[in-house]
């Protein structure tokens, strides 16, 4: 049995879970403009295999390269790096009251 070669391994942050044991991942990356020399960031979307559903939305994940899981899926969660801040659900009542600190503050 030959070994196994090295595998990509990326880290990033969630943008999606809205799908089943399956996440998209943002990678981010800076490349050097060839005339101007000055780095820009550039932004890849993965899909990633998460086997048990436990990413969420703005988490940091570290993912590694697989075989094809699906058409578009050829990545796995490897660990949660961070977990994203939660985030306390809009309701009619508080939107209501930042509007009103809003207009009191403006005058």
Not at 3 to 30: A, H, I, N
Not at 32 to 59: F, I, S, W
Not at 83 to 92: F, G, L
């Amino acid at each position: 049995m030959k070994p196994r070669g090295l595998r990509k391994e990326r880290v990033g942050v969630v943008v999606s879970d809205r799908m089943q044991k399956t996440v998209v991942v943002s990678l981010e990356r800076t490349v050097m403009h060839p005339k101007y020399k000055k780095y820009l960031r550039r932004r890849t979307k993965v899909k990633a295999h998460d086997e048990n559903n436990q990413c969420r939305l703005g988490d940091r994940v570290m993912i590694v390269e697989c075989r094809p899981l699906s058409r578009d899926k050829r990545w796995r969660v490897r660990q949660i790096l961070e977990r994203a801040k939660a985030q306390e659900p809009a309701t009619p009542e508080s939107d209501a009251e930042r509007s009103q600190e809003a207009v009191e503050g403006g005058s």
